[in-house]
């Protein structure tokens, strides 16, 4: 999860992901500058940025949610 200082969504997506018991990786891409020119390069003007495990692109915040229900739905009919 790429995030920034000072970002409510991206705490909330944190939170969201621990509270669930996910594991994950935060970027943060203040501290780390070849984030922030990935994050650029992509064509992302927004944090998060989310990634799954296997590194398909999640999106952000809202699009965190949709994958995770989505997950919660698969599970329930294997």
């Known amino acids: 999860i790429f995030t920034r200082n000072v970002c409510v969504f991206c705490d909330r997506a944190k939170d969201t992901l621990s509270r669930l018991g996910h ?3 935060e970027i943060n891409i203040q501290q780390q500058k070849w984030a922030l020119d990935l994050i650029k390069r992509s064509g992302f003007t927004t944090v998060p940025q989310i ?3 296997n590194g398909d ?3 952000g915040y809202t699009e965190l949610g949709e994958f995770l229900k989505e997950q919660q739905v698969e599970k329930q009919h294997d």
């Open 51 to 53: 990634y799954s495990p």
């Open 23 to 25: 594991e994950y990786q």
């Open 57 to 59: 692109h999640i999106g």
